[in-house]
């Protein structure tokens, strides 16, 4: 029995999230274990870095299987992608150890929120970014961005259905990057509760409309409060970009997508 990892690119737009759910309901994770029940010629079940939201994307999805099938990493790659629909993507295979797992060997996860930001609704990148009209000031955004920084508890960020035994949650990274009309909200944490980044994105672009001062991020947090934050932002701007993992996995690395971003911004 061998342990195989993947590394799965998806457009979440057309699915209920990553995880199985009852028949007949579209999710990415049962596209992935039926393509690779076909190559494996028995049933495959997958387990992955994170599970992302109905709409959600992702660039940097990591998951592994367990299968005595005989194949290459080439057969697993190829022969998975001439199954899945052209919206899924396995963008590398590889042999991993044992013990390896792809969620609870993670101790990060990387996510990217896209905004257009624009008086205009974009029409070529309609379910890929979320739009916001307003304009954005990013150095507002910036200042209140840094009140989350480190470990808190991230109640007033954290969706009502979350399963997370903790709302403690770790933030190594909280960035603002902008680019012409795209502005990113790039965020890394050991973990994240549900709706997190959306959540924390929705705050921050208040923040940046000018419709709330800086310094009221921190009031949200300190109020552990989901009721006292901004609404959650739009699924479909936000995209699983990176998980990490300790380097004697060796697993193979790529740029931070979506691809289609400037490459300064792609490479992280």
């Not at 590394?7 to 393509?35: C, D, F, S």
């Not at 295979?93 to 929120?113: E, I, L, Q, T």
């Not at 929705?202 to 947090?221: D, H, I, S």
């Amino acid at each position: 029995m061998a342990r195989i990892a993947l590394g799965i690119e998806y457009n979440g737009n057309r699915y209920r999230g990553w995880q199985t759910q009852q028949e007949g309901v579209p999710t990415v994770q049962l596209e992935v274990e039926q393509a690779l029940a076909k190559v494996a010629d028995h049933p495959v079940t997958v387990i992955c870095a994170g599970r992302t939201d109905a709409g959600v994307h992702g660039c940097g999805q990591v998951i592994h299987f367990d299968s005595d099938a005989e194949r290459s990493m080439r057969a697993w790659q190829f022969g998975g992608n001439s199954n899945l629909p052209k919206d899924i993507s396995i963008r590398w295979a590889a042999p991993v150890a044992d013990d390896f797992h792809a969620r609870f060997s993670a101790f990060s996860r990387r996510y990217r929120y896209v905004i257009y930001n624009h008086p205009i609704r974009p029409a070529l990148l309609a379910d890929q970014v979320s739009w916001q009209f307003l304009p954005l000031d990013v150095s507002l955004m910036r200042e209140g961005a840094r009140h989350l920084l480190g470990e808190h508890d991230f109640s007033s960020f954290r969706g009502i259905y979350c399963q997370s035994k903790t709302p403690m949650k770790t933030l190594h990274r909280l960035e603002i990057f902008q680019r012409g009309n795209l502005i990113v909200v790039e965020a890394e944490a050991n973990a994240f509760l549900m709706h997190m980044v959306r959540n924390i994105t929705g705050t921050l672009m208040a923040v940046g409309t000018g419709k709330k001062p800086p310094e009221w991020v921190k009031t949200v947090l300190e109020a552990r409060n989901r009721s006292v934050a901004a609404p959650t932002a739009p699924p479909f701007g936000l995209y699983l970009v990176g998980i990490g993992y300790p380097e004697r996995f060796q697993l193979p690395q790529e740029p931070y997508g979506p691809a289609w971003l400037p490459e300064d911004l792609a490479e992280g």
